[in-house]
């Protein structure tokens, strides 16, 4: 059974910094296409990044290009989420997914963590 696993969130000021990471077990996320998404309170959940898995190419909404940045470290298993300048509407519960396709839409992805809270705020 695919599993992915959020961890790095918390609290932290405006202006700081946060680096979230996805590990992946029982399966290997060479493969995969990985996203990172973010729900916040009332809203629908939304694509942040994602990174394919042939070139490492990469894509970012709008709203946190040049301030999010998504790696991967095959030999970890592990996908990252470098978050910087965070501003209170970074506020979300961020997840990471799996699929064959890299995009930012929702849909493309069948495997989900269960997410981590990042909570920005003075």
């Known amino acids: 059974q695919v599993q992915l696993v959020e961890s790095g969130g918390g609290v932290v000021q405006p202006g700081g910094s946060l680096r979230l990471s996805c590990a992946a077990s029982?399966?290997?996320?060479?493969?995969?296409?990985i996203g990172w998404f973010r729900q916040a309170p009332g809203k629908e959940r939304e694509g942040v990044s994602c990174?394919?898995?042939?070139?490492?190419?990469?894509n970012y909404a709008d709203s946190v290009k040049g301030q999010f940045t998504i790696s991967r470290d095959n030999a970890k298993n592990t996908v990252y989420l470098q978050m910087n300048s965070l501003k209170p509407e970074d506020t979300a519960v961020y997840y990471c997914?799996?699929?064959?396709?890299?995009?930012?839409?929702?849909?493309?992805?069948?495997?989900w963590g269960q997410g981590t809270q990042v909570t920005v705020s003075s």
């Open positions: 029982r399966f290997t996320l060479d493969y995969y296409a």
């Open positions: 997914a799996a699929g064959p396709i890299a995009t930012i839409w929702v849909s493309s992805y069948a495997y």
């Open positions: 990174i394919s898995s042939s070139d490492g190419s990469t």
